[in-house]
Structures are given as structure tokens and as C-alpha cells.
């Protein structure tokens, strides 16, 4: 599998046009011939991939943004996120990216795709960058309820995710918490802290500040996916602001007429954006789920392939199940 | 009293050095001749202060970082921090900044400042600078319990305030959430935004994500002090590293020789600093208390004075008490 696998990519449902999915995915291939493509959706969008040799699963149905779950579980038994899934459930493809809704996404996974045993719910990971490593932050939005045994599920799937993909040796796992110190935050979080202390498996360093995320601190940050979601769209809201400032102020200085200020400034924007939005993925899952994110172009298309072929690669699910 | 007034200035038991204090609130006076300062601290530090005819008022202890809450209420008698909100409970201010701990200036505020009838606890509250307009949110971490009846007094106050320091009419206040529609989100949001909903005296717009924070949707963001701590601190983290990534890209294309270059990062690391760098303020308290960034410098100290200025001169609590 290491050496030649499949991945499935959802081209329907988001708010990225498909053209530069495929795009994107094709890119993604011409550079890595172990890897094969399935796309699922439209006949007539997907005609031009198979020149290429990769498959095309059609269906012409999409996850629409904003649909209810209800309806997504029920109503829409064909469409592409769904097909996609059951590609994967059924050893069709080694792992799936869908630009598709993110809630939609955690339901069908859920139905389609078994647990890891030992964890009750998926969470969503992410990689961001700090100012001298990677860290991992988890649960991104998948989960509201807030219980001490999910938060402890969570940091043993991130640690173990961490050392498979990082790869890096005995994690540092930290809460995400509105002061450092342990008496600070609620019960929960103190709770959380004072059994992760006692678990001789993951390596607990203590609470972290948001503010501190990208210090280096820790390696991965655990929270609730409410708390987890406001970071990683606060995070986003402060790196479009950012765009913005740099934007005005190239241009009310004239610099934007400057070649070398443009590509800095191009190269700023890039590594910006990579904090927010690249791919996420969902773990917990016995398969490997990755989640685009929706408002992407061709490069987050790519880097979201990446992750997919790399925790195929590492085989994330299977150290999840040998972790217990 | 808008014509004349006085703000105190607790110097002591933050990271940012006395001296920078000082320099920042003199700076601030000078263009201010209808202000005038208390300085609280050590008789030493602030003797350079007397020559501007500001007042001293000498104090040599201070609430200093990660002390715990009992010691801080009940040990220190005498701390700056305590000292300035008790000229400020006499009326011998009229505002009081600090750049001291948010927990203890919150804890010490309640003790010596009465709340404004109807409302429960103080609030943090803070103005962010969107791309065309600036918002407002709270709470941002001085309280971590969630009730509707809470989030609604914060409504309130957030609504009361803009209207009297934006000046905005009927501004529009929405909830922080992991969505926008109206299912999304843990209970407690959609029972407040049911609540809410039917308030005439609030304009309320319903729910907002945290990446949209900045696109001028809201004017008045309310959300738990946990979740908008998480909001703030990561926005702040976002920040550091956007500056980082700048210098480092500015230096590896060698435009950190170039003046203009300098000058237009310079102007982008101010901009994006007072997203995340400016005061906040207790709401919900008889009186003006401004809390600094802690690790802040002269403009930020700026900043806060001029905050308390402007709430001093909109009669905020006064506002409070007559909309009720």
C-alpha cells in the first residue's frame, strides 16, 4: 500500500469549483506515479480526467451546503460524499478527500466507516505551523458535548497521530485553556488535566493560552470542538485581516508596483494561508478521511491529497488500533 | 466632566516596565489638556511624573502575576491595583486603567465598585477593527459559566455600548457560533438566540463564525468568556505569526534594506498590533475600568487612556443604568 495506493476525491457539494479540483488533483498526480485517482460526480466534468488514467466513479448527486443532516442520512442515497465513502469502506480506494460540508462529512463517515474500537466519535485533526515546528490541534468542530473521557480520547488519537505523521517521539499533549496554570478554566478541563497527568502513555505538558499555540510549546493541543472550531476560524478570520492590511498598505505606498514587494508579499500570503486552510482530517475512523477546506483553490486541493497519501503512508488507522 | 477629567493609572504588577507606563500616559497628556493623571505606585519610579502637575498617589505593593484569587482579595490590602479602584469608588477619578492581571482586576472590581442594577457580573469587552468598520465582543474571559440569562445581560451591555461609544444606531449583535444557522451550536445558543430574537430593545442578527468576525456582519459579537478568550488569544497568536512570517520573508528577500519596505511593515505590524494588542474594558460595573495588555508598550498604554477618555466622556454607566 506504501507503494501504490488510491485515493478518491469528492468533487461535488462545495463551494470550489470542480474545474479546479480536478485541476489540482491532476497536479497532485502527474509527480506522484504510485498514487491513483478516483474521482466521483459528473460524467461530463470528470470526461477530461480519464485521459489521465485515472478512474471516474459517476454519480450526479451533491451534499448540498447548508442541507440538514437529516436529509443528508436519509434523502440522498447516491450522492458523491456518500459513493465516496462506500468506495472506501469497501477497500476501493485507500482514502478519501471531500471539499464537501464538514458536519455532512462526520454523519456519512460515521455511517459508512466503523470506529477504530475503543474511541466512540471521530474527531477532526489539523497540522498548523508554528514559528519553528508543526503542531496538531484536535477536536476542530466534529464534536459539541464536552466529557472528560472524549478529551482524553481525543489527546490519545492526536499523540498517536502525531507520532505516526509527525513523525515525532513522545508528543508533547497540552488542553487548550484560558490561563496556564492549573487552577484556571472550567471543572472539566481540570479534570481532563488531572487524569491525562496520570496516564503513563501520553506525554501531558498542561494547559496552553491560544495565544501561545504557535510557540512551540506543544506538539499537539486538545480541546472541544466548539472552543477548537473558534480557534481555527479565529485564526482564519485574523489571517484574511492580515491579507488585507498588507494589501491596503502595498498600495497606499506604491510598493504594489514593486516586483520584488509583490512576490513577498505573494510568498507571505502563501504561508499565511496554509495555516487556515489547508486540509483537515477526521481520525478516529478506521480509514483515512480528509476534509478540504471548502473555500480552497488547486494548491489546498494538493497539500489536502498530501495528507491523505501521507497518513496512508504512516497507516494512521492502524496505529490507532495497536495504541490501545 | 467631559470637559475635565481625571483617569488613574495603576503602574505596577504587569510585564510591561514602569517607565514605558509612564512615558505612554505623559505622551498621552500632553494633547489632553483637560485630562489629568493619578499615577499609583512606588514613590520613586513616579517622582518624574509630579513635575507635569500629575498626581502621585504612593503605594508600594502590588498584585503580581499568577497570584492566586484568595491571596489577591484577601492579603494584599494595600496593592496599586486595589488602591486605584478605590479613589476610583470615592470619586476621586473618574476611569481607572491597569495593566495588571485580568483575574484579579476583575475580582477586585466587583469588591470595590458596585455592578449597574440588573446586571449579574462584569464583562470584558474590546474593539477589533474590521476590514471596514470595527466591532465590538465580550465577554473575552471574565467569567467562564454559561447561562442564557448571562449571555443576554452581555447583549445588553454590548448593545448599550456601542450605541453610546460607536456612536452606532441599533447596533446589530449577533452570537458567536460554530455555524450560522439557526440549528447549529450547543443548546444554550440556540435557547439564547430564541430569547434574544424576541428582545425589541436588541437588533439582534442571529449567529456568526469567528473566520467572518472581521467582514462587518456584527457589530456587537456576545459570547462566553471562555470561547472569546479562545477568540482573542488566537487572534493575537495569528498575529505574532503573521509578523514573524513577514520579517522572515522580508529579510530572506533582502527587502529589509530597502526604507519604504521597513516603513510599509512597520505600518502593517502597528495595524495588525491593535487588533490584538489595545485595551479592554470591565462593562457592567458603575464605573470606567480600562485593563491593558500586559505585555503592551507606550502606544498601547495610549491606547488604554484613551479608551477610558472615551468612555468617561460617553457616560457609559450611565447609559447602562437609563437602558434597562
Redesign the interface.
Known amino acids: 500500500m506504501a507503494d501504490f495506493h488510491s485515493i478518491g476525491i469528492d468533487t461535488l457539494g462545495s463551494e470550489t469549483p470542480t474545474s479546479e479540483i480536478i485541476q489540482g488533483a491532476l497536479e497532485f498526480a502527474r509527480t506522484r506515479p504510485g498514487c491513483r485517482l478516483t474521482f466521483v460526480g459528473r460524467e461530463d466534468e470528470l470526461q477530461c480526467t480519464r485521459e489521465f488514467g485515472h478512474k471516474v466513479v459517476v454519480c450526479q448527486d451533491s451534499v448540498t451546503l ?1 442541507e ?1 443532516l437529516v436529509s443528508v442520512l436519509r434523502r440522498k442515497r447516491n450522492s458523491s460524499m456518500k459513493v465516496g465513502l462506500q468506495l472506501l469502506a469497501n477497500g476501493e480506494i485507500d482514502g478519501l478527500v471531500s471539499t464537501g460540508d464538514t ?1 455532512a462529512l462526520m454523519a456519512l463517515s460515521r455511517q459508512a466507516i466503523p470506529m477504530v474500537p475503543s474511541f466512540d466519535r471521530p474527531a477532526i485533526i489539523k497540522r498548523f505551523d ?2 519553528q515546528r508543526p503542531f496538531w490541534m484536535l477536536d476542530l ?1 466534529a464534536n ?1 458535548a464536552r466529557k472528560v473521557n472524549w478529551l482524553i480520547q481525543f489527546a490519545r488519537m492526536g499523540s498517536t497521530y502525531a507520532t505516526a505523521i509527525g513523525p515525532i517521539q513522545q508528543p508533547r499533549v497540552s488542553l ?1 485553556n ?2 496556564s ?1 492549573a ?1 484556571k ?2 471543572q472539566i478541563l481540570r479534570d481532563t488535566a488531572s487524569e491525562l497527568s496520570k496516564t503513563s502513555s501520553i506525554n501531558f505538558v498542561g494547559f496552553i ?6 510557540d512551540g510549546a506543544s506538539d499537539v493541543v486538545v ?1 472541544d ?3 477548537g ?14 491579507h ?3 494589501d491596503q ?2 498600495h497606499s ?3 504594489n508596483e514593486s516586483e ?2 509583490i ?2 508579499a505573494k ?2 500570503r502563501e ?2 494561508n496554509a ?1 487556515a486552510y489547508n486540509g483537515a482530517s477526521l481520525i478516529g475512523l478506521n480509514g483515512v478521511v480528509v476534509k478540504s477546506h471548502g473555500r480552497t483553490d488547486r494548491i489546498g486541493i494538493g497539500a489536502a491529497l498530501q495528507l491523505a497519501q501521507d497518513e496512508i503512508q504512516a497507516r494512521v488507522p492502524g496505529h490507532l488500533k495497536s495504541h490501545q
Open positions: 447548508y440538514s458536519a508554528g514559528k468542530g459539541i487548550l484560558i490561563g496554570e487552577r478554566g472550567p493560552e491560544a495565544d501561545r499555540l504557535f480541546t470542538g466548539f472552543s472550531n473558534v480557534a481555527l476560524k479565529s485564526i482564519e478570520g485574523a489571517t484574511r485581516i492580515a488585507h492590511i498588507i498598505e502595498l505606498s506604491g510598493l520584488i514587494a512576490s513577498v510568498d507571505v504561508k499565511l495555516q
